[in-house]
Structure formats: C-alpha cells, structure tokens
C-alpha cells in the first residue's frame, strides 16, 4: 500500500510527543525457540508412552528390538534405555504371523494388569488386524489373548492403528482406523467400546471421520469443554508426514477439523522430519521424525489454550487484525495477506497493535512477524511483551504487499502472553504474528 504525503506530515508533527516519551529499559535477553528433544536416536516409530510411579514407559513398531520394543526412562525427557522386546513371542500364532507388528498401546489397568493393544500380520487374509495381549509388568512380557483378532473388517481393508481411550466417567473404548487405504478405498476413525481391561468389545463401532486421503494413528484426548482426536496425514514415508485434529464437543460428533495442520515438518522449521504418530499425555506428547532412514522417537511440551493444543517448537499463527487496535486501522482485501486483511498505519506516537499468544511454559521463544515495507528503507516496530520493553521489530525492504517474515526472540510466562508492536521508524503494515 502506497504512503501518501498526508501521512508523512501527520507523522512529522507527532515528533515532539516522541521525543517527550520516557526512557524504557533495556530489552532483556532472550532465548531462541525450544523444538522437540530427539529422546530416542534409533528407529521407534508410531511411540506409544504412558508415566506410572515415576517411570516413564514407550512402545513402538517392529524394528531389530522385536516385535513389541519397549524403552523406559526417570522422565519424560530422558535418558531412555532400550529394555527389550515387550512382547517376545510375537503376536497370536492364531491368527497372525510376525513381521508387521505396528503401533502398539499399552495401558495400565485399575487392577495393576497391563493391556497391549497391536496391529499384525492377518495370515488368512494378508491384512492388518488388531489383537490384543497382557501383561503384568509393563516391560512384559505381553502374552497374546484369544486365537482370533480383537478387530478384523477385512471388507473395509482390515484394521490397524488402536489407541485406549478412557472417558472422564470411567467408560473405556478403542479408536482405531480401518484400513481403506490398502484396498484404494477411505479410510474412517472408529471409536469402539470395551470391556474386560479392554480385551473384548461391548458396543458397535461409531464413526468419526473419514478421508479418502491418509488419515491414521488416532490419539483421542479430553479436555474439559471438548474432544480432541489427533491424527497423522500425508505418507508416512518422508517428511510429507503430519500431525492434525479435530474436536467435538461430543464423542459422537460433529467433529471440526483444525483449520491448520498443528505440527508439520514446516512448521518446526525442518528440526523434525514427518512428524506423526503422535501421542499426547497430560503436557507432553512423543511424536517420530525421520532421521537417515529410520523414524526417531522425539518429545515435546504441551500446553492447552481454551481446551486447544499448543506444542512448543511448532510455529501458532495469530492474525494481526483480530488484535486489540489503538489508533491504527484494519485494511482489507490485502493482496496476498494472510486472511485477506492486515493492520494499516500504525504510523503514530499512540498507535499500537495488541496480540494475546499463548505459551506452553516460561521460556524463550521466537516471534515471526509477516509484514510488508514499501518505506524505501528498513522499518521497525517497538516491541512490548506483558508490558515490558523487549527490544524491537526491524523489517527490511519489501514493497507494498509483498509479504515476508521478520524474527525476533521473545521471552513469555507460560500461559496468555501479550505482544504489543508499537510505532517505531518509517511504515510497515503487520499481516499476522507466529509463535515459535
């Protein structure tokens, strides 16, 4: 957007009010983002991980470990030790053969039993079914139950990818995803209930969606005004590999799709690979990444801004015009603007555009801000983090419209934050703010 005369002289006469301003302080140093911990340097695909009595405990695919290995650790974040093969011989030999045992879930049982829910080999059919195993140590060793898979619809491709979820009363179901895929048909997230510490099935199968593109690895998650089922998309082959969700305010839906992927290759700035397979505990969640050829096991904090997912080191977009706005204005129809719109002239000692952003917990972050400059010369913004001078914005050249990235390091208090970007030299128009 072109300047005009006007708005140069209004801002000339505003000067004495700048000069007049008070000294602030010195910014602060700052740290950098914080992106998820590589915790396991070896492949351990599709993690599975729950916390009990101090020790942490993971599961993953198949690999050289065997067919089930399971890792433990003293924290969320390490060290972890490889301890073995949680199941060592193998899935059901009733109705399974070894070699593809994928995605486990174990969950601990009220009675100090351990369930081991999987994905194997159908040997009949060469599909993938779900079984199921227990255990009384939750390094196993898990023993298969029954002679025939716990889910099995070989019509709709067979099953693979269950994950335990227990409702806030008490009411245990499997999520799970028919495999559609491998017979060039949609695949759909059921929710399935269960009895028995989970190894029978008490109820029919309610759909939550269904994608003719690659939906799997379902993790459903409760918050207190809703429902979250994370899910990966994309081919889980190479960096393409994502980590999306939908929620509902009831398990049998509508359920809304988030308008954003929530953690893509992209959006960690290349520090994971595909990351997918996600599993969300409490204010973590583990999630692999390719890594020289096998899918690395990586975690990352969590917080829940109004019962919705923020994951540290995964850029949160924020649309500068949805703010708070103090003698600046909202211009529409932007071409080539994030949503369309941007926030204009903010071209005056008073002007100033306000954010609130959330943050997983206290720390550095980096703030990138999408901006265009047609001033002729490097632009800025002053910087006001929760009241507090933390530096400045500067924006290099770019012409009206033409939309680039600026990126500063901020520090936040875990939980809202506010981000105020005030008038600082020349012009520049803010198109949104992303959280790092």
């Keep these: ?128 079914c779900i079984g199921v195993a227990t255990a009384t140590s939750p390094l196993g060793p898990f023993n298969p139950v029954g002679s025939a898979p716990l889910i099995c619809p070989l019509d709709l491709g067979g099953a693979i990818d269950a994950n335990t979820f227990v409702a806030n009363d008490g009411t245990r ?23 028995n510490n989970g190894t029978t099935l008490a109820g029919g199968n309610t759909a939550l969606l269904t994608s003719s593109g690659i939906i799997e690895a379902p993790d459903l998650v409760q918050r207190g005004s809703q429902y979250l089922l994370f899910f990966s998309g994309g081919g889980y082959t190479d960096c393409n ?33 595909g990351p997918g397979g996600a599993d969300f505990v409490g204010d973590k969640v583990f999630v692999h990444g390719w890594v020289n050829g096998s899918r690395h096991l990586y975690v990352a904090d969590v917080g829940w801004a109004n019962d919705y997912p923020v994951v540290r080191g995964s850029r949160v977009r924020y649309e500068a015009e949805r703010g708070t706005l103090n003698h600046c204005q909202v211009r529409a129809n932007a ?8 926030v204009a002239y903010v071209d005056f000692a008073d002007s100033w555009v306000e954010n609130s952003v ?47 990235q600026s990126s500063v390091q901020v520090t936040l208090n875990a939980g809202w934050n506010t981000i105020r970007l005030t008038k600082g030299d020349l012009y520049t128009e803010v198109d949104y703010l992303e959280l790092q």
């Design 1 to 128: 957007m072109f300047r005009r005369l006007l708005v140069a002289a209004l801002a000339a006469l505003s000067l004495p009010a700048l000069l007049s301003a008070p000294v602030q302080a010195a910014p602060q140093r700052t740290a950098a983002a914080v992106f998820p911990a590589e915790i396991i340097g070896e492949d351990f695909p599709d993690p599975d991980a729950f916390e009990q009595n101090g020790t942490w405990y993971a599961y993953s695919t198949n690999n050289g470990r065997g067919h089930v290995p399971v890792a433990s650790a003293p924290s969320a974040s390490g060290p972890w030790t490889i301890r073995g093969d949680a199941m060592p011989g193998g899935p059901s030999a009733g109705w399974a053969q070894p070699g593809r045992t994928w995605a486990p879930d174990v969950y601990a049982n009220p009675d100090g039993t351990y369930t081991l829910t999987y994905t194997a080999w159908h040997k009949a059919s060469g599909r993938q």
């Design 173 to 195: 179901y499997l999520v799970w995803k028919n495999d559609g895929n491998a017979i060039g048909q949609p695949s759909t997230l059921w929710l399935t209930r269960t009895a």
């Design 241 to 273: 590999y994502l980590t999306s969700y939908a929620t509902s305010p009831g398990l049998n839906g509508p359920w809304t799709t988030a308008f954003r992927p929530l953690m893509t290759t992209g959006t960690f700035d290349k520090h994971i690979c």
């Design 358 to 404: 959330f943050a997983p917990v206290t720390g550095g972050y980096t703030l990138h801000v999408g901006y265009a400059n047609g001033s002729g010369a490097t632009a800025s913004h002053g910087l006001v983090v929760n009241g507090n001078n933390q530096g400045s914005v500067s924006y290099p050249v770019t012409g009206w419209d033409n939309w680039q």
């Design 335 to 342: 071409a080539g603007a994030s949503d369309g719109k941007v």
